[in-house]
């Protein structure tokens, strides 16, 4: 016959070890939600059609934003963070409906009202102007200083019809136009 061997616990030996556990546990979910609050997802849509999803997360350069985006207009278009979180359609000041007008003006929060560029003392939702190729699919790879993934966070993200010189003129905030894809940052 084999030996065998019974170890016996105090009850307080045990509720050590249960408290050992549910520590570990509650550091591994805590760390879990301290990389969540680094960074954020959006996934856009354009007339109801998959875009891509962008991802922003904090480094120690800065914002790192990176994407891959298809079933776009080839050209440039403007590229901006927006200060709400929607993309539903609304009415402007003459009450045509236009796209993910919900998701309100350029990101402002220094209230400026300048429209300067993703590196001016403007509006921080200025990004770079997005390039898409003759295939319709264009690459972001970039580090912007002046945000961070929890500032973006229930921000919406959207893509311009047109260009955007950073200027407001000739016409108002770059002269991006009409809104043609958006995506809420979660």
Same mark, same amino acid.
């Given at each position: 016959?084999?030996?065998?061997?019974?170890?016996?616990?105090?009850?307080?030996?045990?509720?050590?070890?249960? @408290?050992?556990? #549910?520590?570990?546990?509650?550091? !591994? %979910?805590?760390?879990?939600?301290?990389?969540?609050?680094?960074?954020?997802?959006?996934?856009?849509?354009?007339? &109801?059609?998959?875009? $891509? /999803?962008? %991802?922003?997360? *904090?480094?120690?350069?800065?914002?790192?934003?990176?994407? /891959?985006? @298809?079933? #776009?207009? %080839?050209?440039? &278009?403007?590229?901006?963070?927006? +200060?709400?979180?929607?993309? +539903?359609?609304?009415?402007?000041?003459?009450?045509? !409906? @236009?796209?993910?007008?919900?998701?309100?003006?350029?990101?402002?929060?220094?209230?400026?009202?300048?429209?300067?560029?993703?590196?001016?003392?403007?509006? @921080?939702?200025?990004?770079?102007? #997005?390039?898409? +190729?003759? *295939?319709?699919?264009?690459?972001?790879?970039?580090?912007?200083?002046?945000?961070?993934?929890? +500032?973006? /966070?229930?921000?919406?993200?959207?893509?311009?019809?047109?260009? *955007?010189?950073?200027?407001?003129?000739?016409?108002?905030?770059?002269? $991006? $136009?009409? /809104?043609?894809?958006?995506? %809420?940052?979660?």
């Amino acid at each position: 016959m084999k030996n065998v061997y019974v170890i016996r616990m105090k009850k307080d030996t045990k509720i050590r070890i249960k @408290k050992f556990f #549910l520590i570990l546990i509650l550091l !591994i %979910v805590g760390c879990y939600l301290l990389d969540d609050d680094a960074k954020s997802e959006v996934f856009l849509t354009a007339n &109801h059609k998959y875009v $891509g /999803r962008i %991802v922003f997360k *904090d480094t120690p350069q800065g914002l790192h934003v990176k994407a /891959r985006l @298809k079933n #776009l207009p %080839v050209g440039l &278009h403007g590229f901006h963070i927006h +200060e709400k979180p929607s993309c +539903e359609a609304g009415k402007d000041a003459k009450g045509m !409906i @236009k796209a993910a007008l919900k998701a309100g003006g350029h990101y402002d929060p220094n209230k400026t009202e300048q429209h300067l560029g993703p590196d001016g003392k403007g509006h @921080k939702g200025d990004l770079p102007v #997005l390039r898409v +190729e003759k *295939d319709g699919t264009a690459h972001i790879d970039f580090y912007n200083k002046n945000l961070s993934a929890k +500032e973006v /966070r229930e921000k919406s993200v959207v893509i311009h019809e047109h260009g *955007d010189n950073y200027k407001d003129t000739p016409e108002p905030l770059g002269g $991006g $136009g009409a /809104r043609i894809a958006c995506g %809420v940052i979660r």
